[in-house]
């Protein structure tokens, strides 16, 4: 087939972008239970690892609401998350399907080129975005880290993408359980839910120092507490911390989820081969699975950053505006949108604004 394709832009950095071969034989299901737990220590150690160089990290951070569901851990090697890579496999996917590039995914040199694109697209959306958080002050100013430190701290951030890329390839091509992707995020929010629930961390507010984990401020304020209803009210209700109807929610929302999973649409099918001779093919209620929530997060998290960006250097603009209007929250410097389309994609935080919204 001859003439101009975007593929065959891709080519030359084929050599040049690390690639996880494919296995030669069946891996035993035992081996695949070990890679999963390999890749999975992996990415648990890089979100622990700091970034070298960060003078300060107190700064608002524009992705706050979407840390759990991109995986990410802010001041680490795992800040950018799964958010290059899910964009990048957006994008790439949304201009196959639109036939805006020429493909064919019978051909396994197709094929081949399409997932050196993503990939190469994740790093540089990756590098775009390590590039606008140190540049926008996130880890301290630029003038006082130095062009040195704010390339180290760029490298890192690539480093930390280019990670979590080649462990979802590990387990993409059969090493391991499932998909990477799933697999951090599942993690993430399993660990943020153990640790809201369960963490001895004490924080102070106005009545003095409280337990941040629900379960065991509800414990400590049953026990220290002599009004016993209004202990259980304020551990049930309390703002700004976990609670137990947070713990509840979670609880809930997690059965129905995994109910709805259960569900299957019977469609009868009749074949022309064999006359008279009928089946059904079932499926799934959520055959999209959490694709459309990760793809949502992904694209919701690029607004925000482009939205605080913008607002941060153009607070009066009219379009800036339009995008996007945040202000601090009550004693603390992070960001929430007040306004503008950011604003209505931020889920609301309670009840009564939903209402109101």
């Known amino acids: 087939m001859s003439g101009f394709r975007f593929l065959n832009l891709v080519r030359p950095f084929l050599p040049l972008l690390p690639e996880v071969s494919s296995p030669e034989r069946k891996i035993p299901f035992n081996h695949k239970i070990l890679w999963t737990a390999v890749t999975l220590l992996v990415f648990l150690v890089c979100s622990q690892v ?15 609401w979407m840390r759990v569901i991109l995986a990410s851990n802010r001041g680490t090697l795992m800040e950018l998350g799964i958010s290059p890579i899910v964009t990048s496999g957006m994008i790439m996917q949304l201009l196959a399907g639109a036939n805006l590039i020429e493909i064919d995914f019978n051909l396994k040199e197709d094929r081949a080129l399409f ?8 790093l540089i959306i990756s590098v775009g975005h390590a590039t606008v958080y140190v540049l926008t002050g996130l880890y301290g100013q630029p003038s006082e880290l130095g062009a040195g430190v704010c390339l180290l701290l760029i490298l890192q951030l690539v480093v930390g993408a280019l990670i979590v890329i080649l462990l979802d390839e590990l387990l993409q091509k059969g090493y391991g359980l ?18 809201k629930a369960f963490s001895p961390t004490t924080v102070n507010t106005g009545r003095g120092p409280e337990f941040e984990g629900a379960i065991v401020a509800l414990f ?15 551990a049930f209700w309390r703002e700004r911390l976990p609670n137990i109807m947070n713990l509840f929610a979670t609880v809930v929302v997690f059965a129905v989820v995994i109910y ?21 093919y079932p499926v799934k209620l959520f055959y999209t699975s959490n694709m459309p929530i990760m793809l949502e997060s992904a694209l919701t998290s690029n607004v925000y950053i482009l939205s605080q960006m913008l607002f941060n250097r153009f607070p009066d603009n009219f379009l800036v505006r339009l995008l996007g209007v945040w202000e601090p929250l009550e004693d603390s410097q992070q960001l929430m949108a007040k306004s503008g389309i950011a604003y209505y994609m931020s889920p609301p935080h309670t009840l009564k604004s939903a209402f109101l919204d």
């Open 50 to 64: 700091p970034l070298y160089g960060i003078m300060s990290s107190d700064s608002s951070d524009p992705l706050y």
């Open 115 to 122: 997932g050196a694109a993503q990939k190469l697209f994740a």
């Open 178 to 195: 499932g998909s990477g992707v799933s697999l951090f995020i599942a993690t993430n929010i399993c660990e943020s839910i153990v640790w």
């Open 220 to 234: 400590h304020m049953l026990f220290t507490w002599n009004d016993k209803s209004r202990a259980l009210k304020e």
């Open 260 to 280: 709805l999973q259960g569900f299957r649409i019977e469609i009868p099918v009749k074949s022309n081969r064999f006359r008279g001779q009928r089946g059904t």
